[in-house]
C-alpha cells in the first residue's frame, strides 16, 4: 500500500514538473510567433516617388530594399514580416494604415524612403518617428489624456526602435546620421505600435546616390535595419 501511494506521489510529481517546464516553453512559443514587423516599400505604381536617376525612381530602391529587409528577417525565427507591397502597386496611406490596424501581436512598423533636396551638398540618412499629440481641452479632456499617455507608450518605443536602427546605419553611412526626428509623418499618424519613417540617403547628393544604387550597399542596409529590429525586440 505504501509503495503505490510513493509511485503516486512519484506520477503527481513528476507531471508537475513536466507542465512547469512544458507552460513557460510554450508561452514563449506563443510571444514569439506574435511578433510581426510590417515593412513599407513606400511610394509605388503612379506614385513614383523622387527620381534617384533619369531612369531609376524612389519606389524601385524601396522595394528593393523591402525584400531584402524581409529576407534578412527570414533568418530569424521568432520574427514575422509582412510587406505593404510586393509588387509596383498603387497603395495609399490610408490603405497601409488599415494594414497596419489589422494585424495582431507585437507589431512594430518600418516605412523606406529616399529623400531629396536642400540642394545636392545635403548628405546622410534620417529616421523620422511619431511626435507627441497635445491633448483637447474640451469635456473629453480625459479621454484625450489617456489617449495621448496610451501614444506616448507607443512614441517611447519607437524612439527606442529609432536608436536601435540608429547605431546599426552607423557602420553603413559612418557619421552620416541626420539625427532621429520628431515629426509629423503621415504614414505615421493614428498608428499605435513603435513605428519610424528611414530615408535612406538623398538622391539628390552624388555619393549619397551611388551607395543606394549600390547592391552591397543595399544589403548592407537591410542588415543594419536586420540587426536593429532585432536589438529592439
Do not use: W
Not at 25 to 43: E, F, G, P, S
Amino acid at each position: 500500500m505504501m509503495n503505490k501511494r510513493i509511485t503516486k506521489t512519484i506520477i503527481c510529481l513528476s507531471l508537475s514538473m513536466f507542465f512547469l517546464i512544458l507552460v513557460p516553453i510554450l508561452m514563449v512559443q506563443a510571444t514569439q510567433a506574435k511578433r510581426l514587423v510590417i515593412i513599407d516599400a513606400a511610394h509605388g505604381g503612379a506614385d513614383a516617388g523622387v527620381m534617384v536617376t533619369d531612369k531609376i525612381q524612389e519606389k524601385e530602391i524601396t522595394l528593393i530594399l523591402a525584400q531584402l529587409l524581409q529576407k534578412e528577417l527570414a533568418k530569424s525565427p521568432d520574427i514575422q514580416t509582412q510587406l505593404t507591397r510586393t509588387s509596383d502597386k498603387t497603395i495609399s496611406n490610408a490603405e497601409r494604415i488599415k494594414m497596419v490596424k489589422a494585424a495582431s501581436g507585437e507589431v512594430l512598423f518600418i516605412s523606406l524612403h529616399v529623400n531629396a533636396g536642400f540642394g545636392n551638398k545635403a548628405t546622410g540618412y534620417e529616421i523620422f518617428f511619431p511626435g507627441f499629440k497635445t491633448p483637447a481641452t474640451d469635456q473629453n479632456e480625459s479621454k484625450a489624456i489617456l489617449k495621448d499617455m496610451e501614444q506616448n507608450k507607443y512614441l517611447n518605443d519607437s524612439v527606442r526602435l529609432a536608436q536601435m536602427i540608429q547605431r546599426n546605419m552607423e557602420n553603413v553611412f559612418p557619421r552620416k546620421g541626420r539625427g532621429l526626428r520628431d515629426a509629423p509623418m503621415p504614414i505615421l499618424g493614428d498608428l499605435s505600435i513603435p513605428a519610424v519613417v528611414l530615408e535612406v540617403g538623398f538622391a539628390t547628393n552624388t555619393d549619397d546616390r551611388k551607395k543606394i544604387l549600390n547592391e552591397k550597399t543595399q544589403q548592407a542596409i537591410a542588415q543594419a535595419l536586420a540587426k536593429g529590429i532585432r536589438d529592439y525586440f
